[in-house]
């Protein structure tokens, strides 16, 4: 298995840009979740003082 990961000096390279593929993708992922709570909230927020507004 070892040999495998270290078949020469190009795996440190590949390995490294799986990991920051792998990270960026996470940030991604969790960034769009944080930003789409945020907005349902805003907009939650938004209708609701509309509706009290037509009242």
Same mark, same amino acid.
């Given at each position: &298995? &070892?040999? +495998?990961?270290?078949?020469?000096?190009?795996?440190?390279?590949?390995?490294?840009?799986?990991?920051?593929? +792998? $990270? &960026?993708? $996470? +940030?991604? +992922? =969790?960034? $769009?979740?944080? #930003? /789409?709570?945020?907005? =349902?909230?805003?907009?939650? =927020?938004?209708? =609701? /003082?509309?509706?009290?507004? #037509?009242?």
């Amino acid at each position: &298995m &070892m040999d +495998f990961l270290l078949f020469d000096k190009y795996t440190t390279y590949i390995w490294v840009s799986y990991l920051l593929t +792998f $990270a &960026m993708v $996470a +940030f991604l +992922f =969790i960034s $769009a979740k944080v #930003n /789409r709570t945020r907005v =349902i909230t805003q907009l939650r =927020i938004k209708y =609701i /003082r509309g509706r009290n507004d #037509n009242d």
